[in-house]
């Protein structure tokens, strides 16, 4: 486990890293990665990036941007968009999950 020092200064680092991040799709992923590595945690063991499912809403298909199962959904936008919407987006997601998951 990590102590607060090393977590403290990952964040630090974390911050310069993203701080003009702007754009959903070129920057999401490496995003969530580095975040979660603030913690000592590897995003691909305990998640899934692009987890499809069948929007309830819509009954189309749809991405969540980052789904750790029966714990965590996440909706990354652009710098700028609609956080309601995102929101929604993602309870609209969670709704749309398999029964046999756990709601996070």
Known sequence: ???NNEMRYRAEN???KHKSDKYEKGEA???WKDF???FGV???QVGEFEFSVVRESTGKAGFID???RD???IEYKSRGKNLDKAFEQ???YRNSLPKKHNKP
Request: without cysteine; negative net charge.
């Open 71 to 73: 714990k965590l959904i």
């Open 29 to 31: 992923q490496n995003y």
């Open 90 to 92: 993602a309870i609209d």
């Open 42 to 44: 590897d995003a691909n």
């Open 14 to 16: 974390f911050i310069k």
């Open 36 to 38: 979660f590595e603030i």
């Open 1 to 3: 486990m990590l102590n």
């Open 66 to 68: 980052y789904y750790w």
